[in-house]
């Protein structure tokens, strides 16, 4: 069975991919550097696989060290082959991803997303590892006007974040174009991954403040904030409030599965693909979704727009559809109901 290297593979997107994947029998090598995960996760993914009796310790390998260290990634290279565990492919998860922070520290974001990516494609490269799926977002998306957003949608980050995940995707471009039958390149532009695993065993870190809508809903929900600010009720919407299109990182886990799969059986690929459910709800559907499935009354208040935010954002879904005939299978009340189950194990 193959080999996947997964960076940032103990973090939320990650770990839940290294569970779809172990659950098919693929062999994973995961690098993290920690820095906004733990080694916990370790045995979540442990005990998740053991409900099943599922579990192989000799299926996992980890490592903790940082993209930007090249003599650590081909440690791990290196590492692996001698254990007669060579990497065939990588998924890449590993980087920096709080949008406010972006902007304050760039160098950083170009550093740890662009940096650290060149890195590994070059370690990838001297080993002789050509198959790649990056984690991009929907943030590098522009025209807000033209709704839903297509692959083929004009490319117009609003802040540093976007800039570094578009900067990754024209890099895959690149060394395809410049040695096309030998790469298997793929970018997936995630929209708004929430929820986590049915079991509770894994989930989102919920450690320090969060910026996005749904770890903050569940600060509020076990009490450890106040109230949830809303960030604007004046927006050109039904009810006022932005429309995201939220997806069960169940799904999301299991579409990179797919997509690698897909990648695997060809000779050469350089695929771009968003990932939503293509149906968007409000920020208060989510809360009104999240207090009825959970039985939890969640205390908010309406303030003034966050600055960059847009009213509206969601995604075509047909070319995943059509190209790998996958449709995500879980609703947002099994985002909030998984994800709460989550997250009141953590206060
Ligand atoms: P996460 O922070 O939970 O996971 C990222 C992991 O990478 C963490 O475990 C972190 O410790 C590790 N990491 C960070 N810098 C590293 C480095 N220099 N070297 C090694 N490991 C490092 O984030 P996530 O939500 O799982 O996101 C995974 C990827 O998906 C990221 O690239 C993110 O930009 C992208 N993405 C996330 C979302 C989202 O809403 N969660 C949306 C679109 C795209
Ligand atoms: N929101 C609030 N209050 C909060 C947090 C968020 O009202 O405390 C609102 C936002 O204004 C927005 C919606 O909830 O209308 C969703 O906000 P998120 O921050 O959860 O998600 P975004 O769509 O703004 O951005 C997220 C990630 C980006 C990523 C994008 C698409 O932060 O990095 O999804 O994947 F690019």
Known sequence: MKNILITGGTGFIGSHTCISLLEDGY?????D????????????????????????????????????????????????KKK??????????????????????????WDVNVKGSINLLNIMQENDCRTILFSSSATVYGD???????????????????????????????????????????????????GSHPSG????????????????????????????????????????????DYIHVVDLAEVHKITLKYLLERDSANLTLNVGKGKPFSVLELIKTFERVNNIKINYEFSSRRDGDIAISFADTSKIYNLLKWKPLKSLEDMCKDGWNWQKTCV
């Open 144 to 194: 807000i006007e033209n709704l839903p957003f297509k692959e083929s949608s004009l490319i117009n980050p609003s802040n540093t974040y976007g800039y570094t995940k578009a900067a990754v995707e024209n890099i895959l471009k690149n060394i395809f174009d410049a040695d096309s039958s030998k790469w298997r390149v793929g970018s997936l532009r995630y929209f708004n991954p929430i």
């Open 27 to 31: 062999d994973i090598t995961i690098i």
């Open 84 to 109: 007669k565990k060579t990497i065939d492919c990588v998924i890449h998860f590993a980087g920096l991803k709080a949008v406010r922070e972006s902007k304050s520290n760039p160098l950083l974001y």
């Open 201 to 244: 065993l894994i989930g989102e870190n919920s450690r320090g403040k969060p910026e996005n809508i749904f770890p903050y809903i569940c600060q509020v929900a076990s009490g450890i904030k106040d109230k949830l600010y809303i960030f604007g009720n004046d927006w050109p919407t039904f009810d006022g409030t932005c429309y995201r």
């Open 33 to 80: 550097s920690l820095i906004n995960s733990s080694k916990k996760v370790l045995e979540g993914l442990r005990d998740i696989l053991e409900l099943t009796n599922n579990f192989d310790e000799n299926k996992i390998h980890f490592y903790e060290g940082d993209i930007r260290n090249t003599s650590f990634l081909q440690d791990v290279f290196l590492d692996s």
